[in-house]
């Protein structure tokens, strides 16, 4: 037999996972699998991390114990940093890596649109580790909320601001509307928590805009009904650690902001101009080939393929990762038996997004049907279960939703960090983070 080809995966999330193990096992290909943490992460899930619902834990799952029984995928922990196309060689943090394939898999960042001041102060959530660091602040907000010296400081530390009306931001304010409403009552008995404001700021005309009218009207309806102040056609122009700015003037104290705004692609150094769109995607030929390239491909958030039914790209959804992975894969199987790449044809299934309890929104394109409600929240916690990775996760998060769903409760408003400062009066010089040194982001 010839020998293996080596297939290089950078990326542990949605599509470079799915890609890496619909080869496992296949004789023709040897598979090196990249990423800068050892663990695969569910993204859909992080924001009940950060509002306490879940454990971390339920939502990772170890990437070595993923391929225990695999004979050609080996797992390094390292960061991409450079591709030389020319020599079909990365190199990464824990040196170089050549390869005969190539797949770039690695996802979205935080996009902060060039203002330093928020990427400094504000909160993003693309990562375990980012929502754990939110969890803790927000309950360290509440905290100094309730030994605050004064009224002004209090309302600081009780405000929260989310930026971002997609649905990460719909779904992170509805949590924390219901944390307001069930949870925070007995847990603060001193505080009065009619002034505990949950702000949701979003540029564009609706939330969840992508979605269909039906969607982002009832989503808007039920944020809300649950006391959310939903605010679009606006954005946050400026914050620095004690007040959000808005682009019209106005000024919310507040001494949190979740930046949910927009993500943009983690593209490394070393690719030619003409493959990187101004979005930081790269882009991708029918087959998911990069441009210029032979042996180069992109997968999930990171590649951009226009079609005629997204003529400005796939939109950045784990479905549509995983569909790319599992089309890859099959072409990869292809090309061991000396037969060329076939071009990749998605069906768009729909998209949705939970608002809260017993409140989610569906939109499916084929029937092209649009439903809100129970039944809607039912098919978004079946899907979201069966995506995760993992028998006992799947348990853990099941047993954790009924808990909560049945108490009103949960029991993870941890903080794992270090005291905070002591609590100074707003008039007090260098009193703006009370909490100031609490969390290394």
Partial sequence: MDEPKHLVIVGGGFAGLKLARSLNNHPAYRITLIDRHNYHQFQPLFYQVATASLEASSIS????K?????????????????????????????????????VLAMGADTNYFGN??????????KSTVEAMALRNRIVENLEAAASAPDEATRQRHLNV???????????????????????????????????????????????????????????????????????????????DGKNA?????????????????????????????????????????????????????????????????????MPQLANVAMAQAKFMADNFKRLSHGKAFEPFHFHFQGSMATVGRNKAVVDLESPRISFQGLFAWFVWMSVHLF?????????????????????????????YTRPPYPIQNEEEEGAAVPVEGAIAK
């Fill in 61 to 64: 799952f170890p990437l070595r």
């Fill in 66 to 102: 993923i391929f225990q029984k695999s004979r050609n995928v080996r797992i390094r922990i390292a960061e991409l940093l450079t591709v030389e196309p020319g020599d079909n060689t990365i190199q990464t943090t824990s040196g170089p890596i050549r390869y005969d394939y190539l």
């Fill in 116 to 125: 330093r001041d928020i990427q400094q102060y504000a909160f993003p959530m």
């Fill in 161 to 239: 601001v989310v930026v971002g009306g997609g649905p990460t931001g719909v779904e992170l304010s509805g949590a924390l509307a219901e944390m307001k409403r069930f949870i925070l009552p007995k847990d603060y008995p001193e505080l009065d928590l009619s002034k505990m404001h949950i702000y949701l700021v979003e540029n564009s005309p609706n939330v969840l805009n992508a979605m269909s009218d039906a969607a982002h009207e009832k989503a808007r309806a039920y944020l809300v009904k649950m006391g959310v102040e939903v605010t679009t056609g606006m954005a946050v122009k400026d914050y």
């Fill in 245 to 313: 700015i808005l682009r019209d003037g106005t000024t919310i104290p507040t001494a949190l902001v979740i930046w949910a705004a927009g993500v943009r692609g983690n593209v490394p150094a070393g690719l030619p101009s003409i493959a990187v769109t101004p979005q930081n995607r790269i882009r991708v030929d029918v087959k998911g080939r990069m441009v210029d390239s032979d042996n180069i491909y992109v997968l999930g958030d990171l590649a951009y393929q226009e079609t005629g039914q997204f003529p400005k790209g």
């Fill in 387 to 415: 995506l995760l990775m993992g028998f006992k996760n799947r348990l853990l998060v099941f047993v954790n939703w009924g808990y909560k769903y049945i108490t009103f409760d949960n029991s993870l408003r941890l903080i």
